[in-house]
């Protein structure tokens, strides 16, 4: 079992930065793979950004280098920076653990971001 605590969203206007923090009440050195997903209203949740134990990122087509994924694992923290916010990537952001491919993946209860024109 993992828990995921989301954290960091909030209003804001466009052009302006967040930082979203997921907690992880596992060491986070024995999870193969976290990530970062969105859901904006109407729509289906995407993936946003994902990082593995290895360090490898990926991200979604649409970050066009406006998020960065990183991670602290002496806090156990995954982190998702996010610069020049527009009006579109208002959504609430969820954070996703997969300890090994034979597991199921565990989700947070997700953090509300709204950004203003």
């Known amino acids: 079992q993992v828990q995921l605590v989301e954290s960091g969203g909030g209003s804001v206007q466009a052009g302006k930065s967040l930082v979203l923090t997921c907690a992880s009440s596992r060491s986070i050195t024995s999870i193969n793979f976290m990530g970062w997903y969105r859901q904006a209203p109407g729509k289906e949740r995407e993936m946003v950004a994902t990082?593995?134990?290895?360090?490898?990122?990926n991200y979604a087509e649409f970050v066009k280098g406006r998020f960065a994924i990183s991670r602290d694992n002496a806090k156990n923290t995954v982190y998702l920076q996010i610069w020049s916010l527009r009006p579109e990537d208002t959504a609430v952001y969820y954070c996703a653990a997969r300890p090994s491919p034979s597991e199921d993946y565990f989700w947070g209860q997700g953090t509300q971001v709204t950004v203003a024109s």
């Open positions: 990082t593995t134990v290895d360090y490898t990122t």
